[in-house]
């Protein structure tokens, strides 16, 4: 063979061999690629609104595509039906009976208590908060960020992240807390007669337009997430990212929020992972959300802290939970 063509087949045999390394290169960076995480946190929104449970009048496209894309769960519960120590149960994955004045309305965050965006940070993952995350409370006395850096909005957020690192963003809302615009929600088309009242609730046209008002803003909140899935597939980390739609506890009516009835501790919620989490996924076992803290440290390939009293949810979401979850505390 000629001297031209032994030097031309080398050449491109070289140049075959750094496209596929390149490529196989390419690949590994894109398996080791860790996840994202986006929880998006409701303020009062309890069990069972939402049309994926069956309720005839709320619309929540998101929520109800989250779970048919994902996991719904039928009996999550919160560690307690009170904004405060709620949030912090979910954060530390602890009870909130364990955490002093972190599962106590308007107190302080102990330092001896470490939250999960923490933890994370650390490991470096980039965290971020919108909204409300742990309170009503004093978190800035202990000169920490709880939750992370706070931003105005999610796209905010996604603009000034590095580009190459993980995320952990806590999406968080004041809807559909109280007060509400009186009327909105007959005014916006809802057809009072056809809502569904928990059977303490009077029957009545106050109260039916009072729920209605309510289910307004659980909507408002529904929209506010799918406007957060929209700018995930934008930028194409929308299946890199585990996403986890829930709410702190029951709506904020009577025998509700602030009471260990399901109306008060029993919530919605939705997990979509498409790495993980097969489409269609129905968990009926009871969980609590301070799982959700273990299983945050678990989808990042963190130590879960020894002090976590929650369960990973993935392995249930896998079909080999050895966890017994035929009960859940709350109070």
């Not at 290169?25 to 409701?42: D, V, Y």
Request: aromatic share 12%.
């Amino acid at each position: 063979m000629p001297i031209r063509a032994v030097r031309f087949a080398t050449q491109l045999l070289l140049l075959f061999t750094l496209i596929l390394t390149q490529h196989v290169g390419a690949q590994n960076r894109e398996s080791t690629k860790k996840p994202n995480i986006l929880f998006a946190f409701a303020d009062d929104w309890g069990w069972p609104h939402a049309g994926v449970y069956g309720d005839p009048v709320v619309k929540t496209p998101t929520f109800d595509r989250l779970a048919k894309e994902g996991a719904l769960f039928h009996n999550a519960y919160v560690s307690s039906p009170s904004c405060t120590p709620s949030r912090g149960a979910l954060l530390t994955g602890q009870y909130h009976w364990r955490l002093e004045g972190a599962g106590n309305l308007w107190s302080v965050f102990p330092n001896k208590f470490t939250t999960y965006p923490e933890l994370l940070a650390k490991a470096g993952y980039v965290t971020g908060v919108s909204s409300k995350g742990w309170g009503p409370g004093r978190p800035e006395t202990a000169g920490r960020q709880l939750v992370g850096p706070r931003f105005r909005n999610f796209d905010a957020f996604l603009k000034k992240r590095p580009k190459d690192k993980p995320f952990c963003y806590w999406l968080g809302t004041s809807d559909p807390h109280r007060g509400y615009v009186k009327g909105s929600g007959k005014k916006s088309g809802m057809d009072l007669s056809k809502i569904k009242l928990f059977a303490h609730f009077p029957d009545s046209l106050e109260v039916r337009g009072d729920v209605a008002d309510y289910y307004l803003e659980v909507q408002r909140f529904d929209r506010l997430v799918g406007s957060a899935l929209a700018a995930l597939e934008k930028i194409g980390e929308i299946d890199n990212t585990i996403i986890v739609m829930s709410g702190d506890h029951g709506m904020p009516f009577p025998r509700c929020k602030s009471n260990n009835y399901d109306s008060g501790a029993r919530i919605p919620l939705a997990i979509r992972w498409p790495a993980k989490v097969k489409a269609g996924t129905v968990i009926n076992d009871f969980v609590s959300l301070t799982d959700l803290a273990p299983t945050f440290y678990e989808t990042a390939g963190v130590p879960i802290p020894g002090d976590v009293t929650g369960h990973s949810l993935l392995p249930l979401l896998a079909g080999k939970d050895k966890t017994d979850r035929s009960y859940v505390l709350h109070g």
